[in-house]
Protein backbone atom coordinates (compact mmCIF):
# COMPACT_ATOMS: atom_id res chain seq x y z
CA UNK A 1 0.00 0.00 0.00
CA UNK A 2 1.08 3.45 -0.55
CA UNK A 3 2.36 5.21 2.58
CA UNK A 4 0.18 7.74 4.13
CA UNK A 5 1.19 10.92 4.70
CA UNK A 6 1.01 13.70 7.36
CA UNK A 7 -1.87 15.38 6.18
CA UNK A 8 -2.28 19.00 7.60
CA UNK A 9 -5.25 18.99 4.36
CA UNK A 10 -7.42 21.73 5.65
CA UNK A 11 -10.98 19.90 4.18
CA UNK A 12 -11.24 17.00 2.94
CA UNK A 13 -9.05 16.36 5.95
CA UNK A 14 -7.33 13.45 7.81
CA UNK A 15 -9.34 10.80 9.14
CA UNK A 16 -8.41 8.46 12.25
CA UNK A 17 -7.20 5.38 10.91
CA UNK A 18 -9.07 3.19 13.29
CA UNK A 19 -12.32 4.39 11.64
CA UNK A 20 -10.85 4.15 8.34
CA UNK A 21 -9.74 0.53 8.85
CA UNK A 22 -13.31 -0.48 10.03
CA UNK A 23 -14.96 1.25 7.20
CA UNK A 24 -12.31 -0.98 5.22
CA UNK A 25 -12.99 -4.08 6.77
CA UNK A 26 -16.57 -4.28 6.75
CA UNK A 27 -16.47 -2.48 3.05
CA UNK A 28 -17.87 -5.35 0.71
CA UNK A 29 -19.84 -7.05 3.89
CA UNK A 30 -20.83 -5.88 6.63
CA UNK A 31 -21.90 -7.57 9.48
CA UNK A 32 -25.55 -8.74 9.56
CA UNK A 33 -25.78 -7.54 6.54
CA UNK A 34 -23.66 -9.46 3.57
CA UNK A 35 -23.23 -6.29 1.42
CA UNK A 36 -21.90 -2.77 1.71
CA UNK A 37 -23.07 0.30 2.92
CA UNK A 38 -23.75 1.49 0.06
CA UNK A 39 -25.74 -1.10 -1.13
CA UNK A 40 -28.16 -1.68 1.03
CA UNK A 41 -31.70 0.07 1.89
CA UNK A 42 -31.85 3.12 4.47
CA UNK A 43 -34.75 1.49 5.72
CA UNK A 44 -32.97 -2.05 6.57
CA UNK A 45 -32.18 -2.71 10.50
CA UNK A 46 -28.65 -2.51 9.90
CA UNK A 47 -28.63 1.47 8.62
CA UNK A 48 -31.14 1.97 10.68
CA UNK A 49 -28.23 0.56 13.92
CA UNK A 50 -25.95 2.92 12.18
CA UNK A 51 -28.01 5.93 12.12
CA UNK A 52 -29.10 5.72 16.01
CA UNK A 53 -25.29 4.69 17.13
CA UNK A 54 -24.36 7.96 14.98
CA UNK A 55 -27.16 10.10 16.53
CA UNK A 56 -26.19 8.19 20.28
CA UNK A 57 -22.28 8.85 19.55
CA UNK A 58 -22.84 12.15 18.79
CA UNK A 59 -24.98 13.04 21.38
CA UNK A 60 -23.08 11.89 23.97
CA UNK A 61 -20.42 13.02 22.53
CA UNK A 62 -21.68 16.97 22.90
CA UNK A 63 -24.23 16.16 25.56
CA UNK A 64 -26.71 17.12 23.62
CA UNK A 65 -29.70 18.38 25.35
CA UNK A 66 -33.25 16.11 25.21
CA UNK A 67 -34.84 19.24 23.89
CA UNK A 68 -32.69 19.01 20.45
CA UNK A 69 -32.76 17.27 17.26
CA UNK A 70 -29.91 15.78 15.64
CA UNK A 71 -30.10 15.26 12.22
CA UNK A 72 -27.73 14.76 9.03
CA UNK A 73 -28.29 16.26 6.10
CA UNK A 74 -27.01 16.67 2.47
CA UNK A 75 -25.57 19.50 0.90
CA UNK A 76 -22.62 19.93 3.20
CA UNK A 77 -22.55 23.31 5.10
CA UNK A 78 -22.58 25.65 2.22
CA UNK A 79 -26.54 24.31 2.18
CA UNK A 80 -26.85 25.21 5.68
CA UNK A 81 -25.94 28.87 4.75
CA UNK A 82 -29.48 28.69 2.63
CA UNK A 83 -31.55 26.61 4.81
CA UNK A 84 -30.87 28.23 8.34
CA UNK A 85 -32.64 31.61 6.91
CA UNK A 86 -35.23 30.41 4.98
CA UNK A 87 -36.55 28.53 7.54
CA UNK A 88 -35.63 31.24 10.25
CA UNK A 89 -35.92 34.22 8.26
CA UNK A 90 -38.00 34.00 5.59
CA UNK A 91 -41.08 35.97 6.12
CA UNK A 92 -40.39 35.99 9.96
CA UNK A 93 -40.39 40.46 9.58
CA UNK A 94 -37.13 40.51 11.10
CA UNK A 95 -33.75 40.81 10.59
CA UNK A 96 -31.21 38.50 11.13
CA UNK A 97 -27.61 39.30 12.69
CA UNK A 98 -24.06 37.97 11.62
CA UNK A 99 -20.93 38.02 13.36
CA UNK A 100 -18.67 38.08 10.21
CA UNK A 101 -14.97 36.55 11.19
CA UNK A 102 -13.83 35.40 7.90
CA UNK A 103 -14.47 33.73 4.63
CA UNK A 104 -16.96 31.46 5.83
CA UNK A 105 -19.09 33.77 7.46
CA UNK A 106 -18.88 35.69 4.26
CA UNK A 107 -20.38 33.31 2.08
CA UNK A 108 -23.17 32.49 4.74
CA UNK A 109 -24.06 36.23 4.71
CA UNK A 110 -24.28 36.32 0.96
CA UNK A 111 -26.93 33.51 0.76
CA UNK A 112 -28.85 34.91 4.20
CA UNK A 113 -29.24 38.33 2.04
CA UNK A 114 -31.64 36.03 -0.42
CA UNK A 115 -34.07 34.87 2.11
CA UNK A 116 -34.36 38.44 3.74
CA UNK A 117 -33.30 41.20 5.88
CA UNK A 118 -29.54 41.02 7.11
CA UNK A 119 -27.62 43.02 9.76
CA UNK A 120 -23.28 42.37 10.30
CA UNK A 121 -23.40 43.36 13.67
CA UNK A 122 -19.24 42.72 13.50
CA UNK A 123 -16.99 42.51 10.61
CA UNK A 124 -13.38 41.65 11.24
CA UNK A 125 -12.67 42.46 7.74
CA UNK A 126 -11.04 45.95 7.97
CA UNK A 127 -8.26 43.93 10.44
CA UNK A 128 -8.21 40.49 7.68
CA UNK A 129 -9.57 38.73 9.82
CA UNK A 130 -7.15 38.83 13.12
CA UNK A 131 -9.34 38.16 15.68
CA UNK A 132 -12.68 37.15 17.11
CA UNK A 133 -14.14 40.25 18.47
CA UNK A 134 -15.18 40.72 22.51
CA UNK A 135 -18.84 39.97 23.02
CA UNK A 136 -18.76 43.37 24.88
CA UNK A 137 -18.03 45.31 21.52
CA UNK A 138 -21.10 44.10 20.06
CA UNK A 139 -24.75 45.24 21.02
CA UNK A 140 -27.64 42.92 19.62
CA UNK A 141 -30.71 43.87 18.99
CA UNK A 142 -33.26 41.92 21.03
CA UNK A 143 -35.82 41.59 17.95
CA UNK A 144 -33.17 39.71 15.50
CA UNK A 145 -34.43 36.24 13.79
CA UNK A 146 -31.70 34.71 14.78
CA UNK A 147 -27.71 35.63 15.56
CA UNK A 148 -25.10 33.74 13.38
CA UNK A 149 -21.54 33.00 14.28
CA UNK A 150 -18.58 31.04 12.74
CA UNK A 151 -17.39 29.55 15.69
CA UNK A 152 -14.11 28.57 14.20
CA UNK A 153 -12.98 30.32 10.73
CA UNK A 154 -10.68 27.63 8.60
CA UNK A 155 -9.11 29.82 6.26
CA UNK A 156 -7.79 32.69 8.99
CA UNK A 157 -7.65 30.68 11.37
CA UNK A 158 -9.33 32.23 14.19
CA UNK A 159 -11.71 30.71 16.48
CA UNK A 160 -14.35 31.41 19.83
CA UNK A 161 -13.53 30.14 22.85
CA UNK A 162 -16.47 31.99 24.27
CA UNK A 163 -20.67 32.58 23.48
CA UNK A 164 -22.26 35.40 23.10
CA UNK A 165 -25.32 35.37 26.06
CA UNK A 166 -27.97 36.34 23.05
CA UNK A 167 -30.91 36.03 25.20
CA UNK A 168 -34.36 34.79 23.70
CA UNK A 169 -32.43 35.19 20.23
CA UNK A 170 -31.68 32.31 18.87
CA UNK A 171 -27.85 31.73 18.38
CA UNK A 172 -26.57 30.00 15.02
CA UNK A 173 -23.13 28.28 14.74
CA UNK A 174 -21.80 27.19 11.64
CA UNK A 175 -18.41 25.18 13.79
CA UNK A 176 -17.78 22.88 10.30
CA UNK A 177 -13.92 23.75 11.26
CA UNK A 178 -14.10 22.72 15.11
CA UNK A 179 -17.07 20.66 16.10
CA UNK A 180 -15.88 17.84 18.22
CA UNK A 181 -12.80 19.00 19.28
CA UNK A 182 -13.82 20.31 22.38
CA UNK A 183 -17.14 20.48 24.26
CA UNK A 184 -18.97 23.17 23.39
CA UNK A 185 -22.41 23.84 25.81
CA UNK A 186 -24.99 23.31 23.38
CA UNK A 187 -27.89 24.78 25.66
CA UNK A 188 -26.71 28.34 24.42
CA UNK A 189 -27.17 27.80 20.86
CA UNK A 190 -30.64 27.33 18.85
CA UNK A 191 -28.92 25.28 16.40
CA UNK A 192 -25.01 24.08 15.39
CA UNK A 193 -24.35 23.27 12.40
CA UNK A 194 -21.04 21.49 10.51
CA UNK A 195 -20.45 19.84 7.33
CA UNK A 196 -18.27 16.67 8.51
CA UNK A 197 -15.48 16.53 6.34
CA UNK A 198 -13.14 18.29 8.98
CA UNK A 199 -13.44 16.27 11.95
CA UNK A 200 -15.81 13.67 11.37
CA UNK A 201 -16.28 12.01 8.34
CA UNK A 202 -16.65 13.21 4.44
CA UNK A 203 -17.78 15.75 2.39
CA UNK A 204 -21.70 15.73 1.33
CA UNK A 205 -23.10 15.38 4.96
CA UNK A 206 -24.06 17.96 7.88
CA UNK A 207 -24.40 17.51 11.19
CA UNK A 208 -27.57 19.64 12.47
CA UNK A 209 -28.21 20.03 15.70
CA UNK A 210 -31.45 22.00 16.44
CA UNK A 211 -33.55 22.78 19.42
CA UNK A 212 -36.91 21.71 18.91
CA UNK A 213 -39.36 24.41 19.79
CA UNK A 214 -36.95 26.34 16.47
CA UNK A 215 -39.34 24.13 14.01
CA UNK A 216 -42.50 26.30 15.07
CA UNK A 217 -41.06 28.80 13.24
CA UNK A 218 -40.07 27.81 10.08
CA UNK A 219 -42.27 28.43 6.81
CA UNK A 220 -45.00 26.91 5.12
CA UNK A 221 -44.57 25.79 1.80
CA UNK A 222 -40.18 25.16 1.53
CA UNK A 223 -38.91 22.45 -0.38
CA UNK A 224 -38.85 19.63 1.78
CA UNK A 225 -35.39 18.58 1.94
CA UNK A 226 -34.83 22.23 2.94
CA UNK A 227 -37.44 22.23 5.34
CA UNK A 228 -36.16 21.27 9.14
CA UNK A 229 -39.38 20.15 9.70
CA UNK A 230 -39.18 17.35 7.16
CA UNK A 231 -36.57 16.26 8.06
CA UNK A 232 -37.00 16.09 11.69
CA UNK A 233 -40.45 14.07 10.70
CA UNK A 234 -38.50 11.53 8.66
CA UNK A 235 -35.60 10.86 11.45
CA UNK A 236 -32.92 12.44 8.18
CA UNK A 237 -35.00 9.52 6.25
CA UNK A 238 -37.25 11.73 4.16
CA UNK A 239 -35.53 10.68 1.50
CA UNK A 240 -32.13 8.44 0.79
CA UNK A 241 -29.73 9.70 3.23
CA UNK A 242 -25.89 10.43 2.66
CA UNK A 243 -25.35 6.84 4.20
CA UNK A 244 -22.04 6.22 3.80
CA UNK A 245 -21.03 9.83 5.19
CA UNK A 246 -23.44 8.68 8.29
CA UNK A 247 -21.98 5.12 8.51
CA UNK A 248 -18.59 7.26 8.89
CA UNK A 249 -19.37 9.64 11.15
CA UNK A 250 -20.67 6.70 13.15
CA UNK A 251 -17.10 5.17 13.10
CA UNK A 252 -15.35 8.42 14.07
CA UNK A 253 -17.45 9.40 17.18
CA UNK A 254 -16.79 5.78 18.56
CA UNK A 255 -13.00 6.04 17.77
CA UNK A 256 -13.84 9.61 19.80
CA UNK A 257 -15.74 8.07 22.60
CA UNK A 258 -13.72 4.82 23.01
CA UNK A 259 -10.03 5.50 22.30
CA UNK A 260 -10.11 8.74 22.65
CA UNK A 261 -12.54 8.70 25.65
CA UNK A 262 -14.47 11.88 24.74
CA UNK A 263 -14.13 15.54 24.42
CA UNK A 264 -12.49 16.53 27.09
CA UNK A 265 -9.66 14.62 26.41
CA UNK A 266 -9.55 14.88 22.77
CA UNK A 267 -9.54 19.24 23.72
CA UNK A 268 -6.51 18.44 25.40
CA UNK A 269 -4.18 17.08 22.77
CA UNK A 270 -6.02 19.03 20.48
CA UNK A 271 -4.79 21.91 22.56
CA UNK A 272 -1.09 20.56 23.02
CA UNK A 273 -0.75 20.37 19.10
CA UNK A 274 -1.75 23.92 18.50
CA UNK A 275 0.63 25.19 21.62
CA UNK A 276 3.31 23.14 20.22
CA UNK A 277 2.94 24.95 16.82
CA UNK A 278 2.53 28.68 18.21
CA UNK A 279 5.29 27.80 20.31
CA UNK A 280 7.73 27.75 16.90
CA UNK A 281 5.93 30.84 15.71
CA UNK A 282 6.21 32.76 18.72
CA UNK A 283 9.97 32.04 19.20
CA UNK A 284 11.25 32.48 15.44
CA UNK A 285 11.77 35.67 16.34
CA UNK A 286 9.71 37.32 13.47
CA UNK A 287 10.47 34.29 11.07
CA UNK A 288 7.64 32.71 11.48
CA UNK A 289 4.50 35.65 11.43
CA UNK A 290 1.35 34.03 12.81
CA UNK A 291 -1.91 35.65 11.04
CA UNK A 292 -4.14 35.44 13.83
CA UNK A 293 -3.89 37.52 17.21
CA UNK A 294 -2.89 34.90 20.12
CA UNK A 295 -6.11 35.97 22.04
CA UNK A 296 -8.41 34.71 18.80
CA UNK A 297 -5.78 31.81 17.47
CA UNK A 298 -7.73 28.65 16.48
CA UNK A 299 -6.72 25.19 18.04
CA UNK A 300 -7.48 23.66 15.00
CA UNK A 301 -6.57 25.75 11.99
CA UNK A 302 -2.80 27.15 12.08
CA UNK A 303 -2.17 30.02 10.02
CA UNK A 304 1.28 31.72 9.21
CA UNK A 305 3.52 33.54 6.61
CA UNK A 306 7.48 33.24 6.03
CA UNK A 307 9.57 36.48 5.22
CA UNK A 308 8.36 36.53 1.41
CA UNK A 309 6.33 34.44 -1.03
CA UNK A 310 9.26 32.59 -2.56
CA UNK A 311 10.29 31.10 0.53
CA UNK A 312 6.63 30.24 1.58
CA UNK A 313 7.03 28.23 -1.54
CA UNK A 314 9.90 26.72 -1.15
CA UNK A 315 8.89 26.00 2.35
CA UNK A 316 5.92 24.13 1.23
CA UNK A 317 7.98 22.51 -1.62
CA UNK A 318 11.01 21.04 1.49
CA UNK A 319 7.68 20.41 3.62
CA UNK A 320 6.12 17.63 0.65
CA UNK A 321 9.80 15.75 0.64
CA UNK A 322 8.88 15.16 4.31
CA UNK A 323 5.86 13.82 3.61
CA UNK A 324 4.70 17.12 5.41
CA UNK A 325 1.46 17.91 3.15
CA UNK A 326 -1.51 20.14 2.52
CA UNK A 327 0.27 23.30 4.18
CA UNK A 328 -0.40 25.56 1.80
CA UNK A 329 -2.39 28.75 3.00
CA UNK A 330 -6.13 28.92 0.99
CA UNK A 331 -5.73 30.88 -2.03
CA UNK A 332 -7.74 34.09 -1.10
CA UNK A 333 -5.00 34.91 1.78
CA UNK A 334 -1.84 33.26 1.05
CA UNK A 335 0.81 31.52 3.04
CA UNK A 336 0.86 28.42 5.28
CA UNK A 337 -1.91 27.06 7.24
CA UNK A 338 -1.64 23.90 9.38
CA UNK A 339 -5.20 22.41 9.83
CA UNK A 340 -4.57 20.13 13.07
CA UNK A 341 -7.79 18.44 13.07
CA UNK A 342 -8.48 15.96 16.11
CA UNK A 343 -7.16 12.78 13.56
CA UNK A 344 -3.84 14.49 13.24
CA UNK A 345 -1.52 12.97 15.76
CA UNK A 346 0.81 14.65 18.05
CA UNK A 347 3.57 12.57 15.83
CA UNK A 348 2.54 14.44 12.75
CA UNK A 349 2.75 18.40 14.64
CA UNK A 350 6.05 17.15 16.34
CA UNK A 351 7.34 16.27 12.94
CA UNK A 352 6.26 19.90 11.08
CA UNK A 353 7.40 21.65 14.29
CA UNK A 354 10.93 20.29 13.63
CA UNK A 355 10.96 20.71 10.47
CA UNK A 356 9.98 24.52 10.66
CA UNK A 357 13.18 24.98 13.05
CA UNK A 358 15.32 23.09 10.80
CA UNK A 359 13.77 24.83 7.82
CA UNK A 360 14.93 28.23 9.98
CA UNK A 361 17.87 27.33 11.15
CA UNK A 362 18.80 26.75 6.90
CA UNK A 363 17.10 29.89 5.77
CA UNK A 364 16.57 32.26 8.47
C1 LIG B 1 -15.43 23.82 5.04
C2 LIG B 1 -16.34 24.81 5.66
C3 LIG B 1 -17.59 25.12 5.10
C4 LIG B 1 -18.06 24.54 3.79
O1 LIG B 1 -18.36 23.21 3.89
P1 LIG B 1 -19.04 22.43 2.64
O2 LIG B 1 -19.40 21.13 3.27
O3 LIG B 1 -17.99 22.34 1.58
O4 LIG B 1 -20.20 23.21 2.22
C5 LIG B 1 -18.39 26.02 5.75
N1 LIG B 1 -18.00 26.59 6.91
C6 LIG B 1 -16.81 26.33 7.46
C7 LIG B 1 -16.42 26.99 8.74
C8 LIG B 1 -15.95 25.42 6.86
O5 LIG B 1 -14.75 25.15 7.42
Redesign the pocket.
Known amino acids: MEERVYNFSA?PATLPLPALKEAQEHFLALPGAGASIIEISHRSKTFAAILESAKSNVKELLQVPDNYEILFLH?????QFSMAPMNFLRGSGKAAEYVVTGS?GV?AVKEAKKEGDIRIVWDGKSENYVRVPDWAEIAFSEDAAYIHI?T???IQGVEFQQFPDTGSVPLIA?A??DIMSQPIPVEEFGMIYA?A??NMGP??V?LVILRKDLLDRTPEGLPALLDYKVMVEGNSLYNTPPAFGIYVIMLVTKWLREEIGGLREMAKLNRKKAALLYDVIDSSDGFYKGHAKSQSRSIMNVTWRLPDTDMEADFIKQAALQKLEGIKGHRSVGGCRASIYNAVSLEAVETLCDFMKNYQSKNG
Open positions: GGGASLWKTNETDSSGQKAGA
